[in-house]
Structure formats: C-alpha cells, structure tokens
C-alpha cells in the first residue's frame, strides 16, 4: 500500500523551479535569458527542461520509497500493459485535452483571468508566438521535452503514484479524482490562474483513464 507520507516530495518541482528563477539567479545576477543564451536556445526550452530534471529527480524518489519499502513498480501502474483499447481510449482524451485548452482559454477572459501570469518583459518565458521553435533543433528538443519526457514523468508521479495513493486511503472515488486534480493544478501554480483552470479540468481525463485501465 502506497503512503500518503510521501505526497510532500510532488511538490518537489516546483519548489525547486521557484527557488532557481526566484532566488538563486538573482542572487548570481543571473535570468533565465542569459541562461539560455548560453545553450542557444529559447528561455522557454530552458523552463520545460528544469522543470523534466526535478521530475525525473522526483521519480527516482519514488522509485526508491517504494524499493526499500519492498514494493514493486506495478505498484504505481508500471505493469508493461497496454490494450489497443486503452490506447484509442488514451487518443480520444488527448483528442479531448485539446479542445478543452480554447474553452478554458475564452471562459477565463470572461471571468477576467489571465492564462498566464503578468510579468516583467525581461522574466517572461511563455511565447506570444512560435518564434521559439524556428529551427529543427528548438522543434526536436522542444518535442523531446514537452511531449515525451514530462508526460511520461507527470504520469509516473501524478496518476502513478497520487492518484493510487489516494485510491487506496480514500473510499470516495469522486474525492480521489477532485484532490488528484487539486494537486496537480497546484503543481503548476507557476504558469498562471487560468492554465491552472484547464490543468485542473483537463486531469480528470488522464485519472479517469489511469482508473478505467490502469488498476
């Protein structure tokens, strides 16, 4: 059984994120701009991949919690199963995700939200266009990062090991979905207001299906 004693650690990237953009790079009159510069790529690159470096630190926790509390990896949905139904299952939600973002995206201008916060234009990473990904090589990278590492950790850490802690403390299947997604739009309390909206809708999906194919 999975303990809930180690739900701080999925915080782990975030903290760590705040504390490199907020406090160290100032403290060494660094930014993630001049970075950057010094890898030849775009500010944003840089974010996604610290961001893949603490959860992949994060993982490796957990990895470890559960050796020495001689559990195995099938404990967190690792079991090396996937039926051609779960992945038109998994397809159709992606599908869905991405149709989620423009609704969330209008509905947060009504209510007056910003889907990212307001900074300063010498600290703002998030793109107003796709000049960042104006060679093969941001693309490729960028593709790396984004698409592959950081859902396969995301996954590992959030529905993995989250949701399955939760499932196994909670009696209340619709309370396991609702903290689940609470932890997890929390979890990206860096990017902005409204893009913590869509995370949090948008987590019911991957829970639902980690729940339906995952067990």
Request: charged content about 15%.
């Amino acid at each position: 059984m999975l303990s809930l004693s180690w739900l701080p650690i999925v915080w782990l990237r975030t903290i760590a994120v705040a504390l490199i953009l907020y406090v160290l790079f100032p403290r060494l009159s660094l930014n993630l701009e001049k970075f950057a510069l010094k890898f030849k790529l775009s500010q944003l690159h840089v974010y996604y991949a610290m961001i893949a470096f603490w959860e992949l630190v994060t993982v490796g926790i957990i990895f470890y919690l559960l050796k020495i509390n001689d559990l195995s990896l099938s404990a967190i949905g690792l079991t090396g199963d996937l039926s051609p139904t779960a992945i038109v299952y998994v397809i159709i939600g992606v599908i869905i995700s991405a149709g989620l973002y423009p609704l969330i995206q209008a509905f947060s201008k009504i209510i007056g939200w910003d889907m990212f916060w307001r900074r300063r234009k010498d600290t703002d990473w998030f793109p107003r266009d796709v000049e960042y990904l104006s060679t093969k090589r941001e693309v490729v990278s960028m593709f790396l990062i984004v698409v592959i590492s950081i859902p396969i950790l995301e996954e590992i850490i959030y529905r993995g090991y989250v949701f399955t802690a939760l499932l196994q403390n909670f009696d209340n299947i619709i309370l396991v979905f609702i903290l689940t997604s609470l932890i997890f739009a929390r979890i990206h309390c860096l990017a902005g207001p409204g893009f913590m909206l869509y995370i949090f809708i948008g987590t019911f999906i991957p829970s639902f299906l980690y729940w339906k194919f995952g067990r």
